[in-house]
């Protein structure tokens, strides 16, 4: 598993936001997961969450130095398009179509 690999860290949004938190993987139950997988992340009426939630929806996974082949199991794409290109790319991994994953 990917957690496993020494020097690898979780961030609770977007590591390049101003109020990050850079969490050890076994502090994962900090993280706010239905705020990560929420379909909408837009408060029309709401800036502060607006820019609190879309910050959210980016928490990450950070591996120092790379992430060995081994421990990708799949793609997502956004498009036909996206997803076709990825298939060319020979990887022999399932490429799946889903641009709710996306910002759009």
Avoid at 39 to 48: A, G, T
Avoid at 72 to 89: I, K, P
Wanted: with cysteine.
């Amino acid at each position: 598993m990917v957690l496993s690999i020494p020097g690898t860290v979780i961030s609770d949004q977007n590591a390049a936001s101003d109020y990050v938190r850079f969490l050890h993987p076994r502090q994962w139950q900090v993280l706010d997961f239905d705020a990560i997988y929420a379909m909408d992340w837009r408060h029309p009426d709401d800036p502060v969450a607006y820019y609190r939630h879309s910050s959210q929806k980016c928490a990450e996974v950070l591996v120092p130095e790379r992430v060995e082949a081994r421990y990708v199991s799949g793609a997502y794409a956004v498009d036909e398009a996206t997803m076709r290109r990825v298939e060319t790319l020979g990887l022999a991994l399932p490429v799946t179509l889903n641009p709710v994953l996306f910002f759009r």
